[in-house]
């Protein structure tokens, strides 16, 4: 059945749980029930000697709860004042737990917003120190190269300057001659003007450079704290790639 308390609408049962009833307000539900607190007797069975009964005793006291399902509160009979009496405090206490799972609800909301904002966020970061590592990447391959043509180098002249030089490799000129070349093409010193000279750049400033390039797409990311959420994102990228290199 359902019945109308002003903006108030009462399930007995609860449509979406027949173990209990149910409260609807301001489109939040409340689950409820009132039960009666019985006093437990053991005695003996008067069909086996051996094993016990039990019986269970009227009190007349309530207990009326009501909540969520994960959060259940409790109002029930006291020395001083029975349940009936209570019932302002029973429709404030109602009151104050759909004020709760809104607040619940509004939070939620909240952190699922903002961890749209970071995962956002952490596109850019990725791109970031992506172009910082490029950056070190080439100059890493640049003196890798360049000692490489150092060794190439220091074999010829070795071989040149060696005392079987004259006997064993005099014909072989040609070959000296490819490995000089072979050591100038590799060597980065020889190609200075078509070398990348970019350098690796602070990551905030990479960050919000792309932010104000397109404001349409990124603006909202500024209602994040950038710095907080930059260096959280630099730190989760850095234990995934960690956790993926073992």
């Known amino acids: ?6 903006h108030w609408k009462i399930h007995t049962p609860s449509e979406s749980d027949r173990t209990k ?17 019985r006093r437990q007797e053991r005695v003996k069975s008067e069909s086996r000697w051996t094993t016990w ?9 309530l207990r009326f709860q009501f909540g969520t399902y ?26 104050k737990e759909v004020a709760r799972v809104k607040q619940v609800e509004i939070d939620r909301k909240h952190r699922e917003h903002i961890e749209r904002l970071e995962s956002h966020l952490s ?7 992506d172009y910082n590592h490029q950056c070190e990447k080439k100059f890493r391959l640049y ?3 360049h000692e490489e043509a150092l060794r190439i180098r220091n074999f010829v002249k070795a071989l040149k300057t060696s005392e079987s030089y004259e006997h064993s490799l005099a ?15 590799i060597d980065p010193i020889k190609q200075i003007k078509s070398l990348d000279f970019t350098v690796p750049r602070e990551l905030m400033a990479q960050v ?12 909202h990311l500024k209602e994040l704290d950038l710095e907080t959420s930059v260096e959280k994102a630099k730190n989760w990228i850095s234990a995934q790639q960690n956790w993926k290199n073992g």
């Not at 009964?53 to 006291?61: L, N």
């Not at 596109?123 to 120190?129: E, H, M």
């Not at 919000?208 to 603006?219: F, N, V």
């Open 70 to 95: 994960s959060w259940m509160h409790e109002i029930k009979d006291n020395k001083r004042t029975r349940l009936e009496e209570r019932v302002p405090e029973l429709i404030q206490g109602i009151l």
């Open 53 to 61: 009964e039990y019986r269970y005793h009227s009190t007349g006291t």
């Open 171 to 185: 014909k072989k000129a040609d070959w000296l001659t490819w490995l000089e070349s072979e050591a100038n093409r």
């Open 143 to 145: 003196i890798a190269q």
């Open 1 to 6: 059945m359902g019945r109308n308390m002003h």
């Open 208 to 219: 919000l450079e792309m932010i104000e390039s397109d404001p349409g797409r990124y603006a």
């Open 123 to 129: 596109d850019l970061v990725r791109k970031a120190l």
């Open 21 to 37: 009833n149910s409260v609807v307000v301001d489109g939040v539900e409340i689950y409820f029930t009132v039960t009666e607190h």
